[in-house]
């Protein structure tokens, strides 16, 4: 029995006497949970559009984290808040309503379709975020320190020497001393969303209609939240540096006058900041996830050379004139087939993968869709940054930070240089 087939068989108990499912298929994107989309249809011909969001199997969350998501979303949508109506969470995993629109960021940030959304988002954002922040504390959810938490994280990486031996550790360690040497005021602990951002919003022509994906919600400050949509990563190439759609300036004031606090420019970019270094650790984590063989993952593993660009997204923060001279001295990959010896005969190890490339970009990418075809994008992807490496050769020995944060980008993602700060 496929893998589709076993999860309609779960699915059953949660659809009613007679009903049955249509359209069961796997949403792409998602490194941590997996989302299903499927219709419920009725022995009276009646038909319901829901959505469902499991753990990977092989792969169970954090004990209490699915719970603390069904609160989430249900607090949120009884607060009048624009997300999904919760059905239920059982041993499938959570059912909700679907909701229409577009959740692909590059597609927001960029169709004619978006183009009234873009000029109202930030303000939905920012006054979605105050009704959030305005809900009641619930009990037992976690409240983790941010900071110390990724103090934690960070030194369990260098003693299983897990971050290899780039100078990951020196930037990260850089923003970590940074950080507690400048600490933002106290605030009251609110609810957060803990994840949001671009690529979690259901965004129409007229602007937001739903935020999703709540597994990371927690209690803590505010402005985490705020900084969180204003990480660079999460702007997938536009330069506006809230959500990739407007001004710090535009997302505080929307937010306070929404009936948020009153936050300033320094005390956002703290959050930002931490938010930075944040999906960089992350980023590494969920490599590691591959690289120890708990869940092979040609995505996880993908993501681990997105570290190079949060690396650089930190130097941008703390060291601009740093980060824009070595920028100016990167190695500079041509991305043209060079002679090279053939030892082993032709095609060569370089032509191996550029045919390999085309395959996934030109054959299976175009006759795909869903999950194989994202896959096959990050596949693709993986063996570009492979044949730039070859091209590039060895790290240069004795680089100062900011040029060996450079030579790791120009191999993992060159056109990352020019997306701005």
């Known amino acids: 029995m496929n893998e589709g087939n076993a999860l309609a068989r779960e699915l059953a108990p949660w659809i009613g006497r007679g009903a049955v499912i249509e359209g069961l298929s796997r ?6 949970r997996e989302t299903w989309s499927f219709d419920a249809v009725g022995a009276d011909g009646t038909r319901a559009e829901l959505i469902l969001r499991r753990d990977p199997p092989g792969r169970p969350g954090e004990p209490g ?3 603390r998501e069904a609160a989430s979303i249900s607090l949120a949508h009884a607060a009048g808040l624009p997300v999904p109506e919760l059905l239920g969470a059982g041993a499938a995993g959570m059912v909700m309503r679907r909701i229409p629109g577009e959740t692909i960021a590059r597609k927001i940030l960029r169709e004619d379709t978006y183009a009234r959304a873009r000029g109202l988002l930030v303000g939905q954002l920012a006054r979605f975020a105050a009704g959030l922040h305005a809900v009641g504390v619930p009990e037992g959810f ?3 320190e941010p900071l110390a938490g990724l103090r934690e994280q960070l030194d369990a990486f260098g003693e299983t020497g897990q971050h290899g031996t780039g100078h990951h550790g020196d930037v990260f360690e850089l923003a970590l001393d940074w950080l507690a040497a400048n600490p933002p005021p106290g605030r009251e602990p609110v609810l957060l969303h803990g994840d949001f951002r671009l690529g979690n919003l259901i965004v129409g022509p007229e602007g937001l209609r739903a935020v999703l994906d709540w597994e990371l919600t927690h209690v803590g400050n505010p402005v985490e939240d705020l900084g969180w949509l204003c990480v660079k990563a999460w702007r997938f190439g536009a330069g506006p540096p809230a959500a990739g759609m407007g001004s710090r300036e535009e ?3 929307a937010y306070r006058d929404a009936g948020g606090a009153e936050v300033s420019l320094d005390e956002l970019r703290w959050w930002e900041t931490l938010g930075t270094l944040r999906w960089g650790i992350i980023c590494m984590s969920q490599a590691w996830t591959h690289l120890s063989g708990a869940y092979r993952s040609v995505e996880l593993a993908a993501i681990g050379r997105r570290v190079a660009e949060q690396e650089w997204d930190l130097l941008l923060l703390l060291r601009p004139e740093e980060a824009a001279a070595a920028a100016a001295r990167r190695p500079r990959p041509s991305g043209e087939p060079a002679a090279e ?3 082993y005969g032709r095609p060569t190890a370089r032509e191996l993968l550029d045919a390999v490339r085309g395959y996934l970009t030109d054959q299976v990418m175009p006759a795909t869709s869903g999950q194989l075809a994202f ?3 990050v596949a693709a992807n993986a063996l570009a940054i492979v044949a730039r490496e070859l091209e590039l050769g060895p790290a240069p ?4 930070l900011a040029d060996a944060v450079a030579a790791r980008l120009a191999v993992a993602n060159p056109r990352y240089f020019g997306t701005g700060a």
């Open 27 to 32: 949403l792409s994107g998602g490194a941590s």
């Open 397 to 400: 020995d004795g680089a100062d």
């Open 375 to 377: 896959h096959a994008r």
């Open 251 to 253: 997302l505080l004031a």
């Open 142 to 144: 976690p409240r983790p």
């Open 65 to 67: 984290a699915r719970d």
């Open 341 to 343: 010896p053939a030892p």
